[in-house]
């Protein structure tokens, strides 16, 4: 009975997303567990054999520290390699138009409520570092709701924004993946 559910919740299979299927259930199960097993130093490289354990309490009270007046976000890294980063990050302000060449993005809202913005052309376009270019705004984008429990997923290449409504916050799990 658990395998017609899941079965219900799948994608179309076809040869353009059998990849993407793989990937975002493969994403979807480790966000889901993150801040359960959340890592007390950020997993490099140079350091991706052992188990870290990091308290909720200390990720929350990281998170607070980074949220200063002037701070767009805060964010507690768990891991950072060079295939895969996963982080926990909460934001109280607007980002700047973004696009990462190489980096797909996958979001799990945590709380709080903001709206992205993806697609379309970034206003204002300059490279910031190799692979990495930022913007004003977005023109043209496609403009969706950010909830708790929602999931997001952002191919690399795409223009995407952040929008936060003045004294809201969003809190989310950032998993990204190097294509």
Same mark, same amino acid.
């Given at each position: 009975m658990a395998a017609r559910r899941l079965a219900a919740l799948e994608w179309p299979r076809t040869k353009g997303n059998r990849a993407m299927l793989k990937l975002s259930f493969v994403t979807v199960l480790l966000l889901g567990g993150a801040s359960a097993l959340a890592l007390a130093q950020p997993i490099t490289a140079g350091n991706d054999k052992a188990v870290r354990h990091l308290d909720g309490k200390a990720i929350q009270a990281q998170i607070a520290k980074g949220l200063t007046p002037d701070a767009v976000y805060s964010e +507690? +890294? *768990? !891991?950072? !390699?060079? $295939? *895969?980063? +996963?982080?926990? !990050? %909460?934001? @109280?302000? $607007?980002? @700047? %138009?973004?696009?990462?060449d190489d980096w797909t993005d996958n979001l799990v809202v945590q709380e709080g409520e903001a709206t992205l913005i993806a697609g379309g052309t970034v206003a204002g376009a300059k490279t910031t570092a190799p692979g990495e270019h930022r913007g004003t705004s977005i023109t043209g984008g496609t403009a969706m709701l950010m909830r708790p429990g929602d999931y997001f997923l952002i191919p690399a290449g795409t223009p995407h924004q952040m929008i936060v409504t003045p004294g809201k916050r969003v809190k989310f799990l950032a998993f990204k993946t190097k294509k």
């Open positions: +507690v +890294v *768990f !891991t950072r !390699t060079d $295939s *895969f980063r +996963v982080m926990n !990050t %909460a934001r @109280e302000k $607007s980002g @700047e %138009a973004e696009v990462h």
